[in-house]
Every structure is written in structure tokens, then in C-alpha cells.
């Protein structure tokens, strides 16, 4: 059974930093691909950020390039989401997704097979 756990959030003043991780329990974490999206209140889900299967390839919204940094330790199964320079705007749930052996298309929700629960980040100015 697949789990998807996030940790990390926080409010924070614009500027600061904050790094979100994803804790996966998953049948072969190095054989799955992970993406982090975000949803405000009011708005749909945003794609933020995404990195292969692989590690060799990572996708970003033009909105957090570079300002977030999306990276996995195989070791630990855990995902992280780096986010720096934060702003009003970045106020959101975040969310981690899985997919397996995903290469392409990682910025489209429905890419995904699994979907964590989500941490709160509030950023205020």
C-alpha cells in the first residue's frame, strides 16, 4: 500500500525559507517519479515542481524557478521541496505525488498515481 506523507510546513514571513519533505512508502522509490503541487484557497491544484525517476531530469513552473529546488534521497525514501525567497503568493497546501517510472508529462496532475494528504505553508508580507 502506498503512503505519502508531508512534513515541514509552517508560516514563515516573504523572504524566508522553508524545506517540505515527503516521506513515501512505495514498492520501489527509485523506480517512481515525484511531483509537488500546490492549491490556495479558492484556486485549483498548481503544478510546482517534479523530478524523474530517474533524478536526472526536473521540472519547475515558471512561478517558483529558481526559487524551489526539488530533490529525493533514495536512502531515506523521502522527497524534499526546498523553497526559498518565499512570497504572499506562495501561500498554499502542498502536496506530493507519485508516479511510476514517470519521465514525461510530470507536470499534469493526472500523471500521478498517488497523492499525500498535503502541508499547510503561509507566507505572510
Known amino acids: 500500500q502506498v503512503a505519502l506523507v508531508e512534513s515541514g510546513g509552517g508560516e514563515v514571513q516573504a523572504g524566508e525559507s522553508l524545506r517540505l519533505s515527503c516521506a513515501a512508502s512505495v514498492r520501489a522509490f527509485s523506480d517512481t517519479a515525484f511531483g509537488w503541487f500546490r492549491q490556495a484557497p479558492g484556486k485549483g491544484r498548481e503544478f510546482v515542481a517534479a523530478l524523474s525517476w530517474r533524478g536526472d531530469s526536473t521540472y519547475y513552473a515558471d512561478s517558483v524557478k529558481g526559487r524551489f529546488t526539488i530533490s529525493r534521497d533514495n536512502a531515506k525514501s523521502t522527497v524534499y521541496l526546498q523553497m526559498n525567497s518565499l512570497r504572499p503568493e506562495d501561500t498554499a497546501t502542498y502536496s506530493c505525488?507519485?508516479?511510476?517510472?514517470?519521465?514525461?508529462?510530470?507536470?499534469?496532475?493526472?500523471?500521478?498515481?498517488?497523492w499525500g494528504k498535503g502541508t499547510q505553508v503561509t507566507v505572510s508580507s
Open positions: 505525488a507519485a508516479a511510476v517510472a514517470g519521465e514525461y508529462g510530470l507536470e499534469y496532475a493526472t500523471r500521478y498515481d498517488d
